[in-house]
């Protein structure tokens, strides 16, 4: 089973930078690492892993502007 890391609720913040990917495919997370950190236009935020386990995917890089209802990547449930 995977999860998917999705943006906390960002406001009305409609375009959020990605300014770190601090992950990468294949590492193993647990609840509550930084996997990245990303830019409103009121504040910079760390987006924590959700789950334990090993990311599948990375869906963005560094400098991607995303919508508030991107997924950033996988983890694959240990």
């Given amino acids: 089973m995977s999860i998917d890391v999705t943006l906390p609720d960002a406001g009305d913040s409609?375009?959020?930078?990605?300014?770190?990917?601090?992950?990468?495919?294949?590492?193993?997370?647990?609840?509550?690492?930084?996997?990245?950190?990303?830019?409103t236009d009121k504040a910079n935020v760390d987006i924590e892993s959700p789950a334990a386990g090993v990311i599948a995917s990375v869906l963005v890089a560094?400098?991607?502007?995303?919508?508030?209802?991107a997924i950033l990547a996988t983890i694959a449930e240990a």
């Fill in 62 to 69: 560094e400098g991607d502007v995303i919508g508030p209802d």
């Fill in 14 to 39: 409609e375009e959020i930078e990605v300014v770190e990917v601090a992950t990468e495919v294949g590492a193993t997370v647990a609840v509550g690492d930084v996997l990245f950190e990303v830019a």
